[in-house]
């Protein structure tokens, strides 16, 4: 299989670049996954259709927007009542997905060619993401695991805690290198390393 061409471009330059102090408090990074895809259940089938997420991937959810899980390989989480976006390493989960649904639960819709993921790790990743989006990134509002769907000016966004100091973002591929770009000018401070 042919390696897919990053979004990002010439604007990924893995490096250091620290801050005047000469710190790197935050990683960004393009996580690459396999499968991104997402769920909608029809009025009246968000159980079914989180019991066959469940099912299908151990991630047990519950309904409603931000609820989520995350397990290394694999996550997912709620972004309106009965809509989920899920995430694998391993390509194919939107065919799999789509038949242990079924049309009589909902809709399952493969986003990996149209979704880029990208990733802050670092102690100063809820500070940095606090620039661009209005919402609370403590782990008290903010614990592992819960989504948010969200948008940077006309850039929407995904995004996920998926450790304790990790966020990851899903974006449209055609605004990848703009949010990337702006992430890297708003790490500067805190200094930052591409991986």
Not at 120 to 140: C, H, I, R
Not at 155 to 163: E, L, P, V
Request: positive net charge.
């Amino acid at each position: 299989m042919v390696e897919p061409v990053s979004p990002l471009g010439a604007a990924w330059k893995p490096g250091a670049y620290p801050n005047t102090a000469g710190e790197s408090g935050l990683v960004l990074s393009e996580t690459r996954p396999g499968s991104i895809v997402q769920a909608a259940a029809w009025r009246g089938r968000e159980k079914a259709l989180i019991a066959a997420i469940t099912s299908l991937t151990g991630l047990a959810l519950a309904d409603g927007a931000g609820a989520g899980r995350v397990d290394g390989t694999k996550a997912a989480f709620g972004f309106a009542p009965g809509k989920f976006l899920l995430v694998d390493q391993k390509e194919g989960l939107a065919a799999v997905l789509g038949a242990a649904v079924g049309v009589e639960t909902g809709t399952v819709t493969d986003l990996s060619h149209g979704r880029t993921a990208l990733r802050l790790a670092g102690p100063k990743a809820e500070w940095v993401l606090a620039k661009f989006f209005a919402l609370d990134f403590s782990q008290t509002a903010f614990p592992l695991g819960v989504g948010r769907a969200t948008s940077h000016h006309d850039i929407f966004a995904q995004i996920q805690r998926s450790g304790a100091e990790q966020f990851d973002l899903y974006v449209f591929r055609s605004f990848a290198r703009a949010l990337w770009t702006a992430l890297c000018h708003a790490s500067k401070e805190t200094g930052y390393r591409v991986e």
